[in-house]
């Protein structure tokens, strides 16, 4: 990669799908088995953490996709391109 | 005249999130990576009208979408098959998800329609703001975020199954459950 490096500033971005509400009532965790913090049955919250758990795994897995290619860097032949255009007059 | 060697740097920063999203439009990577070096070729050859200081990835990804309606999206027919065949575009093993609930995830996110999925990405996962993502598809801001939320419900509806799964039933009981409440 070389001075192809400044590729993985990208990654550094910031996500905009994070501006849900955090749920300060219990540990943030993604694992539904995860009791409640103040023990009540979980029955009657379970849609509202299933809607939550969902949206949070819904970000987590859009980023893991993406990211999978973002990891790829800058293909060799598409740096070729870029130099060669960016040295021609 | 060469180009600026900071702007050159800038668009290459820009290219592996370029190829991530024009793989999400393309649904294949060849002609995601056809598209992308269309969208270099129109850039450089333009840039000239490029502001410095002003956001490039913005930019490129407006070009590359730009290119991709106007050309790709043509051949519908192919971008329904892509659009189909997306889920098998990309091989990942996330270490935190299950590779079965990530082949479910990406499942559901092809069946999202194209506006829909554009949104969700610029925002979720290329990480622009609503404003940028709206420059970038041309409409409103208010277009964007109605795209995004509707995104997420259809993927939360889509994957309201697998949450199911987490709290008990084994992989044949939803199967029967997802048959049950199709019919």
């Given at each position: 990669m070389g001075d192809w490096e400044k590729a993985d500033q990208m990654k550094n971005r910031r996500t905009n799908l994070e501006t849900v509400p955090p749920d300060t009532d219990r540990p943030d965790s993604d694992k539904p088995e995860a009791a409640h913090p103040m023990g009540r049955p979980s029955t009657p919250h379970k849609e509202a953490r299933l809607g939550r758990e969902v949206q949070a795994r819904i970000g987590q897995q859009l980023r893991a996709m993406y990211d999978e290619v973002v990891n790829q860097g800058v293909p060799p032949h598409i740096a070729d391109l870029i130099r060669r255009l960016s040295d021609q007059d | 005249?060469?180009?600026?060697?900071?702007?050159?740097?800038?668009?290459?920063?820009?290219?592996?999130?370029?190829?991530?999203?024009?793989?999400?439009?393309?649904?294949?990577?060849?002609?995601?990576?056809?598209?992308?070096?269309?969208?270099?070729?129109?850039?450089?050859?333009?840039?000239?009208?490029?502001?410095?200081?002003?956001?490039?990835?913005?930019?490129?990804?407006?070009?590359?979408?730009?290119?991709?309606?106007?050309?790709?999206?043509?051949?519908?027919?192919?971008?329904?098959?892509?659009?189909?065949?997306?889920?098998?575009?990309?091989?990942?093993?996330?270490?935190?998800t299950g590779r079965v609930e990530f082949e479910e995830f990406r499942t559901a996110l092809a069946k999202l329609p194209q506006d829909q999925r554009e949104a969700l990405i610029l925002v979720g996962a290329s990480g622009f703001s609503y404003e940028d993502a709206a420059s970038i598809c041309g409409c409103a801001v208010g277009t964007i975020k109605s795209r995004v939320n509707r995104a997420r419900t259809r993927l939360a509806d889509l994957l309201a199954i697998d949450s199911v799964d987490d709290f008990g039933p084994d992989r044949a009981t939803r199967a029967v459950l997802a048959g049950g409440g199709r019919s």
């Open positions: - | 005249m060469k180009l600026d060697p900071a702007i050159r740097d800038q668009v290459l920063a820009t290219v592996p999130s370029l190829r991530a999203f024009a793989i999400s439009l393309c649904g294949n990577i060849d002609r995601a990576d056809d598209l992308v070096q269309e969208t270099l070729l129109r850039a450089l050859s333009h840039i000239d009208s490029f502001e410095p200081g002003t956001n490039m990835p913005a930019w490129l990804f407006t070009i590359l979408r730009n290119l991709f309606r106007s050309e790709y999206r043509k051949r519908r027919r192919e971008v329904e098959d892509a659009e189909g065949r997306y889920a098998e575009t990309l091989k990942s093993h996330p270490e935190q």
